[in-house]
């Protein structure tokens, strides 16, 4: 993911070398939102396998870094979260009988992580006001954390589109949006059978101040 973000920090400095107008600013913005997750758990393989599906709804609070590029007709930015924001956790306690050597008996836990959050952004004026529309791409890793019988689950690196509206008094930014990801599948390691897929949004209010 670090070459992907070097792209588009070039991507954006050249933009403003073509822009003679183009003010340089950066910033810290807060968050507030609302993160949804399905998620569904499947053990075994095909034909003889099990689902456990279940469902999240986390609020986070947190604050991002960001630098943009303002021109008449739009703006050009790169956000970054230096915090975690959790997609869910759970446990569950497995009692299959009482022959050790045909059941797995005990208490599993398992949590994802949204990390290393980068969003590319365009702010597209409309209307007067200081009001734009937001268009953004998010780039992140979900990290997961578990305690399995036999296996374990890694990380993925995960993308997903952001849409909403905003308004700029100054150097003050309000905005209101809604990010969707793409559907994840994680397959277990080290002598297990499962999987897990998710798909996750958010619903976010954001308050940045520009330097």
Do not use: C
Request: aromatic share 12%.
């Amino acid at each position: 993911m670090t070459n992907i973000i070097r792209i588009i920090a070039s991507s954006i400095i050249l933009l403003w070398s073509f822009s003679a107008k183009a003010e340089f600013q950066y910033g810290i913005g807060g968050l507030f939102g609302q993160v949804s997750t399905d998620g569904t758990e499947t053990e075994g393989t095909a034909p003889d396998t099990s689902d456990r599906s279940k469902s999240f709804e986390e609020l986070f609070v947190g604050a991002d870094l960001f630098v943009e590029f303002i021109s008449d007709s739009y703006t050009i930015g790169l956000s970054y979260v230096p915090f975690d924001v959790e997609l869910g956790s759970g446990s569950r306690t497995d009692n299959n009988g009482d022959d050790p050597a045909e059941n797995d008996d005990g208490t599993r836990t398992a949590s994802a992580d949204l990390t290393d959050f980068y969003t590319l952004y365009a702010n597209i004026p409309f209307g007067g006001g200081g009001m734009y529309t937001l268009l953004g791409y998010h780039f992140a890793t979900v990290e997961t954390a578990e305690t399995l019988n036999e296996s374990s689950y890694g990380n993925v690196d995960v993308e997903g589109y952001q849409i909403g509206i905003g308004s700029r008094s100054g150097n003050i930014k309000y905005e209101l949006s809604y990010s969707d990801f793409e559907n994840i599948k994680i397959n277990s390691t080290g002598g297990g059978t499962n999987s897990v897929s998710a798909d996750a949004d958010t619903v976010q209010f954001r308050v940045s101040y520009g330097f």
